[in-house]
């Protein structure tokens, strides 16, 4: 940081748990940060996803409508989400993607302990590109994709009281 402008500076980092070398040259700061995309508007063509799989896990069929459900194994949200989640995927007929930008070990490790259900196709998105790509800003986030790729809802945020906010789909509550 406070190096010279301009000069290349020697860095050595971590990549990949392997030590790597590299050359960079410092410049100043950008005065306008780059876009992002924002969330995805109802009606637009969703991007293809890109996304690595739990080993042996199922993967998402093409063709079908799916809600892709970006969470995260310590938010207490992406928690509280997964019962309605479940209900929303059995009652519609669709399969959920969860999507966690998470090591492989540490979803799996919160798997194991969780003493409830989940959703089967679980994915990983370690460099965030899809997280990006659907403008997620936040998690937990919904996404819901109709079988010819287009969206039909976009949220972020999670509580029980206001639930997943899908026009046309009310959850009564919990069962017990």
């Not at 989640?85 to 959920?96: G, K, P, Q, T, Y």
């Not at 196709?121 to 919904?142: C, H, K, L, W």
């Amino acid at each position: 940081m406070q190096g010279e402008i301009g000069r290349p500076v020697g860095l050595r980092a971590l990549r990949d748990g392997e030590e790597i070398e590299l050359t960079v040259k410092l410049v100043r700061y950008p005065l306008q940060l780059p876009e992002l995309p924002g969330p995805r508007e109802v009606g637009s063509k969703a991007p293809p996803l890109d996304l690595e799989y739990l080993p042996d896990g199922p993967r998402l069929a093409d063709g079908r409508s799916h809600l892709l459900f970006f969470w995260a194994t310590w938010r207490q949200p992406c928690k509280l989400s997964i019962p309605e989640v479940l209900a929303f995927e059995r009652e519609r007929d669709i399969e959920v993607v969860a999507i966690s930008d998470e090591t492989p070990e540490t979803i799996q490790a919160f798997l194991d302990k969780l003493s409830g259900p989940f959703p089967e196709i679980v994915a990983m998105d370690p460099m965030r590109a899809n997280f990006q790509e659907y403008g997620v800003s936040g998690t937990p986030s919904f996404v819901w994709v109709d079988a010819g790729g287009t969206v039909r809802h976009a949220s972020t945020g999670y509580n029980r009281k206001k639930g997943l906010q899908i026009d046309g789909w009310r959850w009564a509550s919990e069962p017990n």
